[in-house]
Nanobody, 127 residues
Framework: QVLLVESGGGLVQTGDSLKLSCAAS????????MGWFRQAPGKGREFVSF????????SYGDSVKGRFAISRDNAKNTLYLQMNSLNPDDTAVYYC????????????????????WGQGTQVTVSS
């Protein structure tokens, strides 16, 4: 079972950038597909981005496409999310999630696709 710990959140202003990290332990990181989600107060968990175990397949939610970039360093057991041109609508708790690459079925944009989750890191963007 993999353990995930997010970091890098904080309070920034509109237009600023921020880079989140998700450190994985307890499993072979390169064997997991990874995702980023976010949840704003009173809202459901929203898909942000997905990256395959080898980094060869990437997808983004429509609201962050062109502004956010997902990456991973399998040698460092770490997932990243570079967030640029932030605006108040990006304010949320950001979560990383993992799923064994050998699992089949499901939709990687759905939270139910992922069995393992971090505790989340708060990102607040002021106007």
């Amino acid at each position: 079972q993999v353990l995930l710990v997010e970091s890098g959140g904080g309070l920034v202003q509109t237009g600023d950038s921020l880079k989140l990290s998700c450190a994985a332990s307890g499993g072979t990181f390169s064997n997991y597909d990874m995702g980023w989600f976010r949840q704003a107060p009173g809202k459901g968990r929203e898909f942000v981005s997905f990256i395959g175990s080898g980094g060869g397949y990437i997808s983004y939610g429509d609201s962050v496409k062109g502004r956010f970039a997902i990456s991973r360093d399998n040698a460092k057991n770490t997932l990243y999310l570079q967030m640029n041109s932030l605006n108040p609508d990006d304010t949320a708790v950001y979560y990383c999630a993992a799923r064994p690459e050998e699992w089949t079925g499901g939709i990687n944009r759905s939270p139910s696709y992922y069995p393992y989750w971090g505790q989340g890191t708060q990102v607040t963007v002021s106007s």
